[in-house]
């Protein structure tokens, strides 16, 4: 352990003096650069500070002003700084040339979605503490669950304020409101495994309100650039820590799970190399925690989404399809697909309801999922036919050629799994039920009020090659 760390874990920033701490360390750049493997192994520090991340609505005016500072003095660095802004979102992703070490290394569809962005969090925080001046510097949350508008700071166009980009959603900045199913949190945290939990928490809430957001928040390669992205995934980090907190949750405890590596910088530029397993260190490695508060579910059954790399194992069996393709534009969708003979209300067979092939020209709003509505009235989120949210976040041709190429993805097909299992099951008990077909509409949910304009109704927003329900 160098001396740089200990010092950082006791808090004693300032002794390193800002000067320091602003400049890369070019050597160990152009190392990493010429060969990533030879980044520094980053182990684990035990700080004796544990700071909590507060929520944004709660911050200080002296606060809200060392994080604008802390952001002004990376966006003034050049790209070529792994401790400016733009090295720092193209991480997560870049569209820019020519792409630098570590640049779309993001893990999206993996088994390592949650820790990689804990890690990512961890280090730009450390960066942009440095960067601000203010030793009590952490990054705060937007807890979108209860404050569905984005926070005033972030919407305030005055001028010098960095918090505030037009990259946004028509709506967003003026105060309109994340529909409500792309913030609920029951199906993610109602999850035993922590397989079930990181596969529904990416698809939603974590993808919708990307995509609710909009502009830069909806594609991986411009993610990082709004300032609101950090507070997003600090609350999809902070609902990981909620749901490691409830009874029986455990997370992954297997050798190759643990030991996956991945490369990051820390506040001088250096380049760290770090084990996920480091994610799992708490407070006394990491350096920071969140209050816990106690969460009350209701008994809504939901379908849960699958991790991409989990649905690529799974062995259809008694496969049915719908017609060839489903337009997805601002109107509702609907399709009929035949149910497997061995899906009516069976609980004990796993049954899965798969969009393949999708193809995305805009991924902004999302598609709330409805499974034999009522007919005759337009459906709603509270209404038993809902079973979750299709998001096309991360589904767009230039964010699939940039992660599969970047081998943060592998190489996966633009689709979406859902286990529909236990909905089928509860379905099943309503009069009148359809063991044969069950009929799928997807409605267009974006951004309520606040002069939000609504979609038109024919632009086309996607298109599903095929929808089909099958067995396992």
Not at 24 to 49: M, S
Not at 72 to 78: K, L
Not at 285 to 290: E, F, R, T
Request: charged share 15%.
């Amino acid at each position: 352990m160098d001396r740089r760390e200990i010092v950082l874990g006791g808090g004693a920033l300032a002794l390193l003096g800002q000067r320091a701490l602003a400049a890369p360390n070019t050597a160990t750049l152009e190392k990493a650069q010429l060969n990533p493997v030879l980044a520094n192994i980053d182990r684990p520090v035990f700080t004796a500070v544990c700071r909590t991340r507060p929520n944004i609505n709660s911050l200080t005016a002296a606060q809200l002003t060392a994080l604008r500072h802390g952001i002004e003095v990376m966006q003034s660095r050049p790209v070529s700084d792994p401790t400016s802004w733009l090295y720092q979102a193209g991480i997560h992703g870049s569209n820019l040339s020519p792409q630098r070490p570590q640049w779309g290394t993001c893990q999206h569809g993996t088994l390592h979605f949650l820790s990689w962005h804990r890690l990512y969090l961890y280090y730009f925080e450390r960066i942009l503490r440095a960067a601000s001046g203010s030793s009590a510097l952490v990054l705060p949350f937007w807890n979108w669950t209860a404050d569905r508008a984005l926070p005033a700071p972030f919407r305030t166009p005055t001028s010098g304020n960095a918090l505030f980009v037009t990259q946004r959603a028509s709506g967003i900045n003026g105060g309109a409101l994340i529909p409500t199913s792309a913030v609920s949190t029951t199906s993610c945290l109602s999850e035993s495994s922590y397989n079930g939990f990181t596969g529904s928490i990416e698809g939603s809430p974590h993808g919708a309100v990307h995509v609710s957001v909009g502009g830069w928040m909806s594609t991986f390669n411009t993610a990082g650039q709004d300032p609101i992205f950090w507070l997003h995934h600090c609350n999809i980090d902070r609902l990981w820590d909620v749901w490691d907190a409830g009874a029986g949750h455990t997370n992954p405890s297997n050798a190759a799970w643990l030991n996956q590596e991945f490369t990051f910088f820390d506040e001088t530029g250096a380049a760290r190399t770090v084990k996920m397993s480091r994610a799992l260190g708490g407070c006394k490695s990491l350096g920071y925690s969140y209050q816990r508060r106690k969460l009350f579910l209701d008994a809504t059954i939901l379908a849960s989404q699958i991790s991409p790399v989990l649905a690529q194992s799974i062995r259809p069996r008694n496969v049915a399809e719908t017609a060839p393709s489903l337009a997805l534009g601002g109107r509702p969708a609907e399709a009929t697909v035949k149910l497997p003979v061995t899906a009516a209300g069976a609980v004990a067979k796993k049954t899965y309801l798969a969009f393949d092939d999708i193809d995305v020209a805009n991924p902004d709003g999302f598609y709330e999922i409805y499974l034999n509505p009522p007919p005759g009235k337009p459906p709603v989120f509270t209404d038993p036919s809902y079973a979750g949210n299709l998001v096309l976040f991360g589904l767009t041709k230039a964010d699939q050629a940039s992660m599969n190429h970047a081998g943060a993805m592998g190489d996966m097909a633009p689709r979406r799994v859902f286990d529909i299992t236990r909905k089928v099951a509860q379905l099943a008990k309503a009069p009148g039920f359809d063991a044969q077909n069950l009929r799928v509409v997807l409605v267009l949910r974006t951004p309520e009020g606040g002069g939000a304009a609504k979609p038109a109704v024919d632009a086309p927003r996607a298109r599903v090659g095929k929808i089909r329900v099958f067995t396992q």
